[in-house]
């Protein structure tokens, strides 16, 4: 008997990029904390990446982001940093992520998936802790700087830049005062409860 080999024809051709999801819902949410985020100064990309997880039942990796929100992976990147580093985001653990989501955690290959927090104490105490405190505590140097520079002014202007680098001063001796009390309103309960 003489076999004949069968050749096997490969496609190494790109397979078509999945088009985002069109759920109404999840669309939504998207803009919604896009615009939300704005408000801080954040990018809106982070808040896209953040309404998308939130809108989301499944834990998502940063592939699945990047083809949802059709955005570079570049930006998806930093922002899931940021959102890691504010406490707003964290890793999917095994207890979230189904049997099957578990073997396949992403129809775009194996990584890490993530999970939105949603308690609102750990959203606003990740940014009091990131955003809000490093401001409280700029320093003394460069208020004095300010007010050196003030004092240095020529003309009518030394009393008005006084003022305002006195009101500076003000802002941040209070901030200095109110962050710790709102971090512990806002922080963990088991941190109320001692």
Not at 40 to 52: A, H, N, R
Not at 94 to 110: L, T
Request: glycine letters at 8%; proline letters at 5%.
């Amino acid at each position: 008997m003489f076999y004949t080999p069968v050749r096997l024809r490969v496609s190494h051709q790109k397979q078509a990029k999945p088009a985002a999801r069109n759920i109404p819902f999840e669309q939504e949410c998207v803009a919604f904390f896009a615009d939300a985020v704005q408000v801080f100064g954040v990018p809106k990309s982070v808040g896209q990446i953040y309404g998308l997880l939130y809108a989301t039942a499944e834990p998502l990796t940063l592939a699945d982001i990047v083809a949802r929100l059709e955005v570079s992976k570049g930006s998806v990147s930093q922002g899931l940093q940021l959102l890691r580093t504010l406490g707003a985001i964290h890793e999917a653990a095994k207890s979230e992520i189904s049997d099957n989501e578990f073997r396949m955690p992403s129809q775009h290959g194996r990584g890490t998936a993530y999970v939105p927090e949603l308690g609102l104490r750990k959203l606003i105490g990740g940014v009091l802790r990131e955003q809000v405190a490093p401001l409280a505590s700029t320093s003394d140097e460069r208020l004095k700087r300010m007010t050196g520079l003030a004092m240095a002014t020529d003309g009518g202007s030394s009393d008005f830049y006084l003022d305002r680098a006195e009101q500076l001063n003000t802002w941040r001796k209070r901030l200095k005062t109110v962050l710790p009390a709102l971090s512990l309103l806002l922080g963990s309960k088991s941190r109320a409860k001692k």
